[in-house]
């Protein structure tokens, strides 16, 4: 974020990616499930990987998703938005208020719409005005916080008798692919050994399916799309890369900022109404947000600033999530259990690769996992909540170093 | 007139503007603004509300020192809120753990929290020397982390213990009770608003006394400068971050030590991000905070009345947010325009340009 930060110097071409992105993210996903259903035999908690965990999941790494999604717009133009919380709580209110009133489909424009407004006020802010984007986006969160207050104690406290909660919002109902679905639950049920484990998450992922979820699957493709593969997409991120090259080529700098920017609000607007619109939720909640739009910047970060990495980042936020949420601390200690397997892959690939000092800390982090998992019962739920914090800070320091994130990012641009 | 114009005009401006913008807000949604402002300005002489102001003032006050010294540098402790968070509980359990002679007590208790804040803002500041990780992610990091600390460490198979519908951490023992000054019917002013005075003058004498505080200054007006200078970057964050972790660990001491004597769920939250603000609004000068953090308190403490009047009093936290966002854009807009005068002066004096 600081300039004098940025290497002075050009780093060496990189030689080229024998590996195609999509099948990075194939492996992953492969190599995730091969390590969850490994983990689910070696501690004999089936949960890990059962339709109903998998379910919460999904709809927990939602708004996750959708707030990194709306960090990805405004960092890939070069603005910094630490004002995901504020839109994303604006959202919330936004989504509740058309929701009651017209149905789920008209609450997802709303807090489109609000979240966008905040988007406005960052864009103004920062753009026009030259604001640093970190002070910007405090203000933001301050703001959309006592905003939704005073207008929920405005026009809910009338109809739900509490200032503090809206009045029942219908959700979306959901989608199944019976016929795959009911086949799947069989074979979950057989309990055999990687292959129930397959069928669980399966089964999961096509049971209950509400249109957001898909919604949000078709914003992610479509970001990556729009971003990487039209001229349009390029214009931006060239804002958040080199300004000032762009804009010597003709490219009408602020104008891109301020579509990023309140693309990135309505997205987070949207996230927000991924959590009002959540079956489990009645509606608008005070505190609802607990803080979900820095974990959507965190997952973002943890994805590199890239929309396939983001989408790994919320999947495995909202897993957690669900996964405690589903099954408490007990479940959740598998888990650290697989961390450990995870870690004891990564020393053996450091080892073939000679690289003595990280497979020691990695040797060195497992025996401490381990040590955690083989002392403790149970983690408890205080922790296990803030455990994507834990990760991501853990991710930036071993891996910011790898991390590239737009070379502009937050650097505060004046035409001139 | 130039200081006038560049320091006190952009604050008056921003805090105008969000009057008239809260009171449009207040007429849309049907009340009488002039009714509710004079209702805040009343309620300062009611009740303990002019003491609640001075004590809220004082706890601003501190949050605000610790964001102010890493924003000398452009450093963005946003993990205020956490520090604060971790140094409060883990000295109400030492301080409710210990025996000592009274006033050494509430030392040790003090110390314990400004170590403890220390400490938690060392880990960003640590992985930004080393690892060089952003502070201000890490320290939104830090922020959750800190939460769920706290809430683990107060839990009754933990430290704490469960008292009615609350649960808390042991009481300190009379003898770390900091006394505060009696202002009978009035309420009682905590005696360790006086710390937030001393820190507020430390901080004065720091920044424009010592090698510190130029270097700090040095390091937030041109890094590369400083650099050049002799100023070892390094060194200066984790200073920096040190000392506003430890200034924010002192932040609920007045509370704890001057009225609730424990750690309990009715921790209030988001002082931090109101010393985030607070800073903005006073330019880190420790004069401009001080009015700040009696703005916040007054907003926050006489916008209690505005419930007696229909009007929910949320609309001080809108003030509040307007305020911010305002000022800063009031201060850049002023500076772009001094600038442009500047230009135009020189332009006058090397006679490019005609007088206008």
Known sequence: ???????????????????????????????????????????????????????????????????????????????????????????????????????????????????????????????????????????????????????????????????????????????????????????????????????????????????????????????????????????????????????????????????????????????????????????????????????????????????????????????????????????????????????????????????????????????????????????????????????????????SQRLRMPAADGVVYRRG | MGILRGKLLPPVLAILFSALLCGIALVVSGANPLQAFGVMFAQVGEGTTAVDIINSTGTYYIAALAVAIGFQMNLFNIGVEGQYRVAAVVAAVVGGSIALPPGIHALVIILTAAVAGALWAAIPAILKVTRGVNEVISTIMMNGLALGLAAYLIGADVFGELRGNNIRTPEIPESGWVPGIPFGSSGTVFGLVFLAALLGIGYWVMMNRTRFGFELRASGESSTAAAAGGVNAKKMVLIAMLLSGGIAGLVSMPEILGRDHTYNLNFPAGIGFSGIAIALLGRNHPGGIAFGALLWAFLDKSGLALDNVGVPREIVTIMQGAIVLSVVVAYEVVRRFELAAQQRQVGRQLGTVDAA
């Open chain 1, 1 to 399: 974020m600081n300039p004098s930060e940025a290497p002075s110097t050009v780093p060496p071409p990189r030689k080229a990616r024998r590996i195609p992105g999509w099948a990075v993210g194939a492996l992953g996903v492969a190599g995730a499930v091969v390590l969850l259903s490994t983990t689910s035999y070696l501690t004999d908690v089936p949960q890990l990987t059962s339709t109903g965990t998998i379910q919460t999941a999904v709809r927990l790494a939602l708004p996750i998703l959708l707030a990194a999604l709306g960090g990805l717009w405004a960092e890939r133009a070069g603005v910094v938005n630490i004002g995901l919380e504020g839109m994303m709580i604006m959202g919330t209110w936004g989504a509740a208020w058309a929701g009651y009133q017209w149905g789920p489909w008209a609450a997802l424009v709303a807090a489109a719409v609000f979240g966008a407004l905040g988007g406005l006020l960052h864009a103004i802010a920062t753009v026009t005005f030259g604001v640093n984007h970190i002070v910007s986006g405090v203000a933001i969160n301050l703001l959309g916080a006592g905003l939704t207050k005073y207008l929920s104690t405005l026009i809910f406290f009338p109809l739900s008798n509490n200032p503090r909660e809206s009045p029942a919002v219908p959700k979306f109902d959901t989608y199944s692919a019976s016929g795959l679905s009911d086949w799947l639950g069989e074979l979950e049920a057989q309990q055999r050994v990687g292959l129930s484990d397959v069928a669980g998450i399966l089964r999961g992922l096509v049971t209950g399916v509400s249109p957001l979820t898909m919604l949000a699957i078709l914003l992610v493709i479509g970001s990556y799309l729009v971003l990487w593969r039209t001229r349009f997409g390029l214009r931006l991120r060239s804002c958040g890369e080199n300004p000032v090259a762009a804009e010597s080529l003709g490219v009408n700098v602020y104008w891109y900022k301020y579509v990023a920017v309140i693309g990135s609000g309505a997205l987070a607007g949207i996230g927000g109404a991924a959590l009002v619109l959540n079956p489990g939720q009645p509606g608008y909640l005070e505190g609802q947000t607990n803080g979900r739009g820095f974990i959507g910047l965190a997952a973002m970060i943890f994805g590199n600033w890239r929309p396939g990495g983001l989408l790994g980042g919320a999947a495995l936020f909202g897993y957690a999530d669900g996964l405690q949420l589903r099954s408490g601390g007990k479940t959740f200690l598998a888990l650290i259990y697989g961390a450990v397997l995870l870690l004891v892959v990564i020393v053996i690939w450091q080892l073939v690769r000679r690289r003595w000092f990280a497979a020691a800390f990695g040797i060195l982090a497992a025996g401490l996992l381990y040590a955690v998992y083989y002392s403790v019962d149970e983690v408890p739920s205080e922790l296990t909540t803030y455990a994507p914090h834990l990760v991501t800070l853990i991710v930036l320091a071993v891996a």
